[in-house]
Nanobody, 117 residues
Framework: QVQLVESGGGLVQSGGSLRLSCVAS????????FYWYRQAQGKEREFVAS???????NYAESVKGRFTISRDNAENTVALQMNNLKAEDTAVYYC???????????WGQGTEVTVSS
């Protein structure tokens, strides 16, 4: 079992920044990839960013150049630095971890981000 706890969400004005954190506990050392997803009201959950054990990162086109995912193994933490936020970034942001393609994924409870225009 892996437990993921997100924090750092809140209300911010358009153009502002937020830093989300995801703290992992339990059997997290077996996890190969950590992700951030988001789900806006009335929409499906969508991929935002991912980082592998080797530090390889991927981003959704909509956040490239504005968001940065990072991993601190010593602190068991995966962060998402979000800059130049836009109203369309408003969503609940979720952390996910899994062992790779087609493996079972663990999810956090989410943290809400609201960007006012």
């Amino acid at each position: 079992q892996v437990q993921l706890v997100e924090s750092g969400g809140g209300l911010v004005q358009s153009g502002g920044s937020l830093r989300l954190s995801c703290v992992a506990s339990g059997n997290y050392l077996n996890m190969k990839v950590f992700y951030w997803y988001r789900q806006a009201q009335g929409k499906e959950r969508e991929f935002v960013a991912s980082i592998s054990n080797g530090g390889i990162t991927n981003y959704a086109e909509s956040v490239k150049g504005r968001f940065t995912i990072s991993r601190d193994n010593a602190e068991n933490t995966v962060a998402l630095q979000m800059n130049n936020l836009k109203a369309e970034d408003t969503a609940v942001y979720y952390c996910r971890a899994d062992r790779g393609i087609n493996s079972y994924g663990y999810w956090g409870q989410g943290t809400e981000v609201t960007v006012s225009s």
